[in-house]
Each structure stands twice: as structure tokens, then as C-alpha cells.
């Protein structure tokens, strides 16, 4: 009978003690060659295999410290709450106010991502449009998408002078109309804003912002895909 060198309570004082491993330092302390025992074990622990390196390091969820978007790396070594590098990247930009551009998502994840991010698009995962000539990657659902744009042009725009109050209701006011309505506001002037001044403050749920400083910056906007 094969008598057992390690438990699985010897493998998780390891990981705690080195806090990321390989598949083959693992073994080493299992005191087996069999993969499948190894990861046997890990099944038993919680672990989590990183999304770099190619996903050849292994750590527990107890010594991962994740940060506010579900990340942790260790020597340079990064893992996800939310999986591997593609269903990380599904879950960022999705859930992201105003998209990602490309090195954005490098500098946050410390990986590469342009051939993961066409990998999603092929997929119908994720979606991109380009923004100031370059693409941005946006949510697969096309209101989503839709608002991310629109609260990205209004970061990369001319808006210093503009309060964040207002810049929140221009982006509250064109997500909540339809297509036909965007085209609409689209082509009203100043004299239809100023018109129609209290039925848009009460749309914005905000007791007075300069809309009519806006008006340009709605103009623009309002009409996207």
C-alpha cells in the first residue's frame, strides 16, 4: 500500500509560507509525479492559477490580497478573481464607466492583451470603436457600449471648465434616450434647449446646471452607435 507523503494541510503551509508555486514545486511536495493529484489537492485548497505567465503559478485564495478590481500579483506573477486573461478582460471592460483603450489594460493588468482582446471580439464578448483614432474597448451590449462611449469623449474633451456635476448629467441625460431621441437633441440649437430648459432639469434629477454651456457637448455627443 502507497502511504501518502504530504496532506493537503502540508501543501496549503507551503503556499501560505511561498504564497505563489509551479505545478512541479507542488508535486515536489505532494511527493508525486501524477498531475492530476496534485491538482486534486488544489481543488481541496481554493486555489487560483495566475492569468500571466501562462498560467503556470498557483496560489490560494487566503494569501491573495485582490484589490478593488479583483487583481493581485506576487514577484511580478498576477492573478484574477475573475479567472484567466480572457475572462478578466471580459469582466473589466464590461463593467467599466468609460471603456478601456488597450494600454490602459496592459498598464492595470501588467500583460499583454491586444491578442486576448481580439480573441473576445471574434467571440462577440466585448465590442471596440475608435475614439480620437484609436479603438477603445467597450461592452458587448450595445446600451452599455453606448454609455461607456459617451462618458470617455466627455474625459477626453475640453471639459476643464465644466463641474463634474455637469459632466455626470450630460452623460445621465443622453444614456436615458432612445435612438430616435438622440437624433433629436442632436439637432436642436439654443433656442429648443433653453425652450425645453425645465423638462431636461427635471430629466437630470439636478436642481440647476448651465445646460446651455453643455449644449455644444450634448450636440456632439448625443449621436452614436
Partial sequence: MNIQ?????????????????????IKTVLGTDVDMTAFRKLKQLSYRSSYSHGGRYYTLDKVA?????????HLSVCFSQHGNLLSTLEH????SEAGFFAKELE???AVSVKESLLRLIKKGKIDRKKVSGVYLYC???????????LARRVKLSDTEDFSDEVKAAIILFVSILDEQ???LFAGFTTVHILQHLDLMRKILQVSFIPLVKCLQVIRYWSVMK
Fill in 181 to 183: 431621441q438622440r437624433r
Fill in 107 to 109: 498598464a492595470l493588468l
Fill in 139 to 149: 461592452a458587448a451590449d450595445a446600451s452599455m457600449r453606448r454609455q461607456q462611449l
Fill in 65 to 73: 490580497k485582490f484589490d478593488d478590481n479583483g487583481l493581485w500579483c
Fill in 5 to 25: 507523503k504530504y496532506q493537503s494541510k502540508d501543501l496549503e503551509q507551503f503556499l501560505i509560507r511561498q504564497k505563489i508555486s509551479t505545478l512541479k514545486e
Fill in 92 to 95: 473589466l471592460i464590461a463593467g
